[in-house]
Structure formats: C-alpha cells, structure tokens
Nanobody, 127 residues
Framework: QLQLVDSGGGLVNPGGSLRLSCAASGFTLDYYTMGWFRQAPGKEREGVSCISSRDGSTYFADSVKGRFTISRDNAKNMVYLQMNSLRPEDTAVYYC????????????????????WGQGTQVTVSS
C-alpha cells in the first residue's frame, strides 16, 4: 500500500527552525516529484516547496524563499523540508505529497498534480 508519513512538526518560537520529514512506503520516490504543501485555518492549501524527480529542480513559494530548503534522499525514500527563520504566518498543517507525472514545469507545485498525500503535521510558530 502506497503511503506517505509526515513528521517533525511542533511548536517553535519566531525565528526558530524545524525540519519536517516525509517517509514513503509501498513505492520508491525516485520517479516522483515531491512537494510540501500547507494549509492554515480558514485558508486554501498552498504549495510551499517542490522538487523534481527528473533533474532535482526546485520551486519555492515567494513567502518562504531564502528561509526553507527542500531535499530528497531517494536511497532512504525520504523527503525533507528544512524551515529556518520561522514566522507566525508559517503556522499551518504541512503535508507531504507525491506526483507521478507533472503536466508542465510550471505546474510542479500545483496541488491537483499530486496523487498521494501524507496525513499532515502541525507547525505552530508562536512566542
């Protein structure tokens, strides 16, 4: 059974850091574009950062550029999101997702391109 398990969320002070992890089972990540999405209360789910399976190219939402880093370890079937300089507006449930096929490069971090989703991990940035 294909499964993604997100972990690493928690409560952190503004300016702090967290590293989210996504473990895949039932399939290998090598051929999947992987992404991190988030959903804050009352808001739509949005793409935060995504990484291509083909060439390792990445996408970052403007709001996280320079603060977040995405990486993948295909040998371990893991994907990570390193989040630094966290802000209260980063508070959300974060979801890992996998896409078997992305229609265009511009759609790399578009939610409906993704086939499999983790259960989500809560990130709260507050003093």
């Amino acid at each position: 059974q294909l499964q993604l398990v997100d972990s690493g969320g928690g409560l952190v002070n503004p300016g702090g850091s967290l590293r989210l992890s996504c473990a895949a089972s039932g399939f290998t990540l090598d051929y999947y574009t992987m992404g991190w999405f988030r959903q804050a209360p009352g808001k739509e789910r949005e793409g935060v950062s995504c990484i291509s399976s083909r060439d390792g190219s990445t996408y970052f939402a403007d709001s996280v550029k320079g603060r977040f880093t995405i990486s993948r370890d295909n040998a371990k079937n893991m994907v990570y999101l390193q989040m630094n300089s966290l802000r209260p507006e980063d508070t959300a449930v974060y979801y890992c997702a996998a896409a078997g096929y992305i229609t265009t490069p511009q759609a790399m971090c578009v939610m409906h391109e993704y086939d499999y989703w983790g259960q989500g991990t809560q990130v709260t940035v507050s003093s």
